[in-house]
């Protein structure tokens, strides 16, 4: 059982930065591949990006690339997703889950965190 809790969101400007954190419960958070996904009001919740367990791999949804990166800490059993060059459209609540392997569809995830609310003014 892992229980994830997300963190760092807020209002910002476009062209801000924010940095989301998601920590997570217990011993085996190593053995996870962690996610990021937003959901916009109206809209389906869809992937941002996603770490395998060790960090060594990451993946991007292509809107996001070059702006967010995905970076995890085991020893602190945290994820982050640093959000640069925001934009209005990157609106959302933010999730982290936790799944047997990375995915691009919240299927492929075991676990979810509260998610936290991200609003970029124009």
């Known amino acids: 059982q892992v229980q994830l809790v997300e963190s760092g969101g807020g209002l910002v400007q476009a062209g801000g930065s924010l940095r989301l954190s998601c920590a997570a419960s217990g011993r085996t958070f190593s053995r996870y591949a962690m996610g990021w996904f937003r959901q916009a009001p109206g809209k389906e919740r869809e992937f941002v990006a996603a770490t395998s367990w060790s960090g060594g791999s990451t993946y991007y949804v292509d809107f996001v690339k070059g702006r967010f990166t995905i970076s995890r800490d085991n020893a602190k059993n945290t994820v982050y997703l640093q959000m640069n060059s925001l934009k209005p459209e990157d609106t959302a609540v933010y999730y982290c889950?936790?799944?047997?392997?990375?995915?691009?569809?919240?299927?492929?995830?075991?676990?979810w965190g509260q998610g936290t609310q991200v609003t970029v003014s124009s």
């Open positions: 889950a936790a799944g047997s392997k990375t995915s691009r569809w919240p299927e492929g995830y075991d676990y």
